[in-house]
């Protein structure tokens, strides 16, 4: 059966889903307030879950990457008839999704370096020295743990009301958007 303009392909869809899976575990396992902890001379390496939460975050920003090169030479996604507000309400939302993807990881690199902690990841890998650090000009610019930890709350509202209006698509509009991210049917 053609599928190309019913459901993405499978890579678009396995890299969709998996992006999922870690945004929201990295979210759930970020224990509240650590940043406040490793200001006071928290070893991170000691707490599971904050080598758990920045591993599956750079798991986020090595999947975003390799979504945006295949964005580039993949079939075209598939096109569904609909007002043109909705279109492009659809269009924003996934822009920003997309920035948040790449921001949010990056903001945590910013506030590891310029805040001199270690960036502590599973496997034992520990780096000590980012190269951000604490002496650069960007420290002073933000606090880069308060940033992140607000990215990191946008990026799980917006994919909520993203994830909400998938699920309206389904149920009361009945047209095949939802379905355009799940398998196919045999
Ligand atoms: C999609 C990926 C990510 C999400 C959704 C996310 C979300 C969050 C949230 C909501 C907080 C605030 C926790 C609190 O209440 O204190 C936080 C803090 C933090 N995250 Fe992430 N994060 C992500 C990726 C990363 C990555 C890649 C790293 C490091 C490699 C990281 C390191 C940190 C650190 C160090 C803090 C404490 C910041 C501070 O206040 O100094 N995160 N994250
Ligand atoms: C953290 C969670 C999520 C993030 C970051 C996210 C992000 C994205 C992005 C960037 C796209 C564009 C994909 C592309 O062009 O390849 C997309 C498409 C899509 N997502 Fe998600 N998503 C998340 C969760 C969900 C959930 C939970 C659902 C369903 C309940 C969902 C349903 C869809 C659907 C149906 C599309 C295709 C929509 C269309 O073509 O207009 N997503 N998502």
């Given at each position: 059966?053609?599928?190309t303009?019913?459901?993405?392909d ?24 650590f ?5 006071q ?17 750079l ?7 390799l ?18 507000w ?24 910013l ?12 496997g034992?890998?520990r ?5 951000i ?8 610019l ?5 940033v ?10 917006l ?8 699920i ?5 509009l ?13």
């Amino acid at each position: 059966m053609n599928t190309t303009n019913t459901h993405y392909d499978p890579l678009s869809r396995a890299l969709h889903w998996l992006t999922a899976i870690a945004v929201i575990a990295a979210f759930v396992l970020g224990p509240e307030h650590f940043g406040r902890e490793l200001r006071q001379g928290l070893d991170p390496a000691t707490r599971w879950d904050i080598v758990a939460h920045e591993s599956l975050g750079l798991l986020v920003a090595a999947l975003t990457l390799l979504r945006l090169l295949w964005l580039t030479v993949r079939p075209a996604a598939p096109r569904f008839d609909m007002p043109a507000w909705m279109h492009l309400s659809a269009k924003a939302t996934h822009g920003m999704l997309w920035l948040l993807l790449l921001v949010v990881p990056v903001s945590a690199m910013l506030a590891l370096g310029t805040e001199g902690h270690p960036l502590t990841l599973l496997g034992g890998i520990r780096v000590n020295e980012l190269p951000i650090n604490a002496n650069s000009s960007l420290a002073s610019l933000a606090d880069w743990g308060d940033v992140h930890g607000l990215l990191g709350d946008m990026i799980l509202w917006l994919s909520g009301i993203h994830a909400v209006a998938a699920i309206v698509h389904h149920v009361a509009l009945k047209d095949g958007v939802l379905r355009a991210m799940l398998p196919p049917p045999r």
